[in-house]
T-cell receptor, first 114, second 114 residues
Framework: DAGITQSPRYKITETGRQVTLMCHQTWSHSYMFWYRQDLGHGLRLIYYSAAADITDKGEVPDGYVVSRSKTENFPLTLESATRSQTSVYFC?????????????FGDGTRLSIL | AQKITQTQPGMFVQEKEAVTLDCTYDTSDPSYGLFWYKQPSSGEMIFLIYQGSYDQQNATEGRYSLNFQKARKSANLVISASQLGDSAMYFCAMREGGSEKLVFGKGMKLTVNP
């Protein structure tokens, strides 16, 4: 039961660099999500995906790019990292269902941008 | 407008006592789901309990129960017989019927004292 895994767990990079955070789930869940967690803000949705090749913006999408060529993977790319993107990033997934399905989270990636 | 409000920034409780964590929400959608997540100091997000707006009974999961008061738009989490391992951040979240997106409150920190 591997579930949902994020990599790397920790990343330090410099402003202006491109960085990609990986997310992989083994449940074949339809939906995948990217959140960032900052003190005082809780979790805020960056992007989400309903299926392969279907993505949509969340609350704070600026500066981020996502893709979903395969159901199980949902990478998040910061094309030109800025210090304000220093945060903890969580990937989550959920299944389609008749009733509301909970989202299940990866362990997070702590990203520091110097 | 803030959709999920958690007004208690922090709470302390004695081991083995019950504790209630407050959550109020705002929506005009008659169909919605309410979720509680736990985030221990290790950082992962753990799904605890779910309540649907049409559910006739309050949700329960082991030591967790949800005091759902629809008219007051509150969905308080009750933890019975607190344990030291319950010390964590707790987040309330809501999903409206027409969306897969979860909106989180800012969270509150629970500390269980021995």
């Amino acid at each position: 039961d591997a579930g949902i895994t994020q990599s790397p767990r920790y990343k330090i990079t410099e402003t202006g660099r491109q960085v990609t955070l990986m997310c992989h789930q083994t449940w074949s869940h339809s939906y995948m999500f990217w959140y960032r967690q900052d003190l005082g803000h809780g979790l805020r949705l960056i992007y989400y995906s309903a299926a392969a090749d279907i993505t949509d913006k969340g609350e704070v999408p600026d500066g981020y790019v996502v893709s979903r060529s395969k159901t199980e993977n949902f990478p998040l790319t910061l094309e030109s990292a800025t210090r304000s993107q220093t945060s903890v990033y969580f990937c989550a997934s959920s299944d389609r269902g008749r009733f509301f399905q909970p989202q299940h989270f990866g362990d997070g990636t702590r990203l520091s941008i110097l | 407008a803030q959709k999920i409000t958690q007004t208690q920034p922090g709470m302390f409780v004695q081991e083995k006592e019950a504790v209630t964590l407050d959550c109020t929400y705002d929506t005009s959608d008659p169909s919605y789901g309410l979720f509680w997540y736990k985030q221990p100091s290790s950082g992962e997000m753990i799904f605890l309990i779910y309540q649907g707006s049409y559910d006739q009974q309050n949700a329960t999961e082991g030591r967790y129960s949800l005091n759902f008061q629809k008219a007051r738009k509150s969905a308080n989490l009750v933890i019975s017989a607190s344990q030291l391992g319950d010390s964590a951040m707790y987040f309330c979240a809501m999903r409206e019927g027409g969306s897969e997106k979860l909106v989180f409150g800012k969270g509150m920190k629970l500390t269980v004292n021995p």
